[in-house]
């Protein structure tokens, strides 16, 4: 047991390493600065990140997103290892990706992504919609975590869309706090009308998307912090909603 710590140790470091090595040499480039002798010199003062590769760009980001849902959804998921990151999150943490989901038990976002501990900051709520502690922790996320992707996730058949499309539709009242639920839904429900030749699950998923949608334009336009991170291309912020059947995601915004 000594043994293979000390290998995942040696593992560990190796890859901190190589990390460190490709983003100062790449630091150096850019400065037109010399590479041979200064690496070292540098080194010394980069803080580490618990997981190198999670230092990513907002498209890379993304990309790396979708591709771990492809394999998710061709049955290609990667086993879940978690002693190789154990010692590193000890140290900290460092996801590429925040998820707003709904609380609903058939969406997993680490499963639904194919992503390991650490991988993803997750925060959910029935609904997936914006609060001000939802913004307060998304924000935390951006800027203390540094974190360049949020994707608001949500998911077919989702029971809180359903709670607003009766409280706004037949005018239903819930017990306890669960009419804010239905009532902060309202405006996604409100911006899809019900006409005589729309079908009822067609508008039931059309909601559901429009609620993504609007609480994505939210958070792009919300200051001081998510506002000014998009602006500076520091940070994507984008829509989603999970296929049941499928376990497909699919970009809406």
């Not at 909601?207 to 998009?230: A, C, G, Y």
């Amino acid at each position: 047991m000594q043994r293979k710590n000390l290998n995942v140790e040696k593992q560990q470091k190796a890859r901190q390493r190589r990390w460190l090595l490709k983003m100062t040499t790449a630091s150096l480039l850019g400065m037109g600065l010399p590479v041979s002798g200064t690496v070292n010199a540098i080194s010394g003062m980069v803080k580490m990140p618990p997981i190198p590769e999670n230092v990513l760009s907002p498209e890379a980001a993304l990309e790396r997103l979708m591709k771990g849902n492809e394999r998710y959804v061709t049955n290609r998921s990667t086993p879940l290892n978690f002693k190789d990151e154990r010692l590193d999150l000890v140290r900290g943490q460092n996801p590429f990706a925040c998820i707003l989901s709904c609380s609903d038990s058939r969406v997993s976002p680490e499963f639904c992504f194919d992503e390991q501990r650490g991988d993803l900051f997750v925060a959910r709520v029935a609904g997936n919609y914006i609060t001000t502690d939802f913004i307060a922790t998304l924000e935390y996320a951006a800027a203390i975590l540094h974190v360049p992707l949020i994707m608001v996730l949500g998911h077919e058949n989702c029971g809180a869309i359903k709670a607003a499309i009766d409280a706004t539709d037949n005018y239903e009242q819930f017990p306890g706090h669960i009419q804010t639920i239905a009532t902060a839904l309202t405006p996604a429900v409100r911006s899809v009308r019900k006409t005589p030749d729309y079908v009822a699950n067609d508008r039931y998923f059309d909601i559901v998307k429009k609620n993504v949608v609007l609480n994505v334009e939210e958070l792009r336009k919300q200051p001081p912090i998510l506002s000014r991170m998009v602006d500076d291309k520091k940070l994507k912020i984008v829509g989603g909603v999970y296929h049941l059947k499928t376990g497909k995601v699919e970009l809406i915004s």
